[in-house]
């Protein structure tokens, strides 16, 4: 086996150990997915850097944009201090390494495109506009519906949450409805709206890489703001660089890496410099490459 092979393998094998790894670590209460119940103990209070259901029965932590939700369409509508501090910290320190190497919804969209079936290029006139339709879910549906659109009670409910969010079906809905016939029977229209939603991003999943973090997701929206300033890079050396394009081609984002490496899309998974025959790509944190 070549060195650029197993130089592959090995940055691959790392980022699937540490999606999987994190996974479990954010998702470790068992006894949630046996007994149909959501865990409820003082970690709950704790928002994690991904997007992973608050309703899922492992979960020990909250989600970020469900967190933030919560605060902004509270009576009151209070500025949510700890859940943007974290967040501009995660984004400061790594960016959306937290996307490529973390979240547990970017894992199972990774798999499903290893299924062997023929992948889809979309167009760039289609693919460019489209990618700022996370900017605008961000912006609605998490940060102005919640302080602008309150029910008669004066509680504005979690618009993403309840209308868009797949990892929310995935990861809670499925789960307590499969271990609870109450909530089966009372599941409706909404469930199966959100059903819709999720098959939707699973069938996209397996033709295109990551559509969901591309398109949709308000988390990968409000990190890569911070892309171009968070501590961790990449870097191209140009007078290295073959221009072969094996790294655009490996790309899961679609980045063009040869002109814009570290691209507010990159979501520093490492495949562009895992397959670089000439090792003209390097990571690590500002000033100091690897």
């Given at each position: 086996m070549s060195g650029m092979h197993r130089n592959r393998l090995k940055r691959l094998s790392f980022q699937r150990i540490c999606q999987v790894a994190f996974a479990v670590l954010i998702n470790g209460y068992v006894v949630g997915f046996q007994k149909g119940k959501i865990y409820t103990g003082k970690s709950k209070a704790l928002c994690v850097p991904v997007l992973n259901c608050y309703s899922c029965p492992g979960a020990l932590g909250a989600c970020p944009i469900g967190s933030l939700q919560t605060v902004l369409g509270a009576r009151g509508h209070h500025i949510p201090f700890y859940v943007l501090g974290?967040?501009?910290?995660?984004?400061?320190?790594?960016?959306?390494?937290?996307?490529?190497?973390?979240?547990?919804?970017?894992?199972?969209?990774?798999?499903?495109?290893?299924?062997?079936?023929?992948?889809?290029?979309?167009?760039?006139?289609?693919?460019?506009?489209?990618?700022?339709?996370?900017?605008?879910?961000?912006?609605?549906?998490?940060?102005?519906?919640p302080l602008f659109a309150?029910?008669?009670?004066?509680?504005?409910?979690?618009?993403?949450?309840?209308?868009?969010?797949?990892?929310?079906?995935?990861?809670?809905?499925?789960?307590?409805?499969?271990?609870?016939?109450?909530?089966?029977?009372?599941?409706?229209?909404?469930?199966?709206?959100?059903?819709?939603?999720?098959?939707?991003?699973?069938f996209a999943s397996v033709c295109i890489h990551r559509p969901f973090c591309r398109y949709l997701c308000p988390l990968g929206a409000f990190y890569a703001l911070f892309q171009r300033f968070s501590f961790y890079q990449l870097r191209l050396d140009k007078e290295k660089c073959v221009d072969c394009k094996q790294c655009e081609r490996s790309c899961p984002m679609a980045v063009e890496v040869t002109r814009n490496i570290n691209s507010p899309e990159c979501i520093r998974c490492g495949k562009c410099k895992a397959v670089c025959p000439v090792g003209a790509i390097s990571s690590g944190k500002v000033g100091r490459e690897s």
């Amino acid at each position: 086996m070549s060195g650029m092979h197993r130089n592959r393998l090995k940055r691959l094998s790392f980022q699937r150990i540490c999606q999987v790894a994190f996974a479990v670590l954010i998702n470790g209460y068992v006894v949630g997915f046996q007994k149909g119940k959501i865990y409820t103990g003082k970690s709950k209070a704790l928002c994690v850097p991904v997007l992973n259901c608050y309703s899922c029965p492992g979960a020990l932590g909250a989600c970020p944009i469900g967190s933030l939700q919560t605060v902004l369409g509270a009576r009151g509508h209070h500025i949510p201090f700890y859940v943007l501090g974290m967040l501009m910290l995660v984004g400061i320190l790594i960016g959306r390494a937290a996307c490529g190497l973390l979240c547990p919804f970017g894992l199972v969209q990774d798999l499903l495109h290893k299924i062997p079936v023929p992948k889809i290029k979309v167009p760039l006139k289609i693919d460019k506009p489209a990618r700022y339709l996370k900017y605008g879910i961000l912006l609605v549906t998490v940060l102005l519906l919640p302080l602008f659109a309150a029910d008669k009670t004066g509680i504005a409910p979690p618009y993403f949450c309840k209308y868009i969010c797949p990892a929310g079906t995935l990861e809670g809905g499925i789960p307590l409805l499969l271990a609870n016939e109450t909530l089966r029977r009372a599941a409706g229209a909404l469930f199966t709206w959100k059903l819709l939603v999720l098959l939707v991003i699973v069938f996209a999943s397996v033709c295109i890489h990551r559509p969901f973090c591309r398109y949709l997701c308000p988390l990968g929206a409000f990190y890569a703001l911070f892309q171009r300033f968070s501590f961790y890079q990449l870097r191209l050396d140009k007078e290295k660089c073959v221009d072969c394009k094996q790294c655009e081609r490996s790309c899961p984002m679609a980045v063009e890496v040869t002109r814009n490496i570290n691209s507010p899309e990159c979501i520093r998974c490492g495949k562009c410099k895992a397959v670089c025959p000439v090792g003209a790509i390097s990571s690590g944190k500002v000033g100091r490459e690897s």
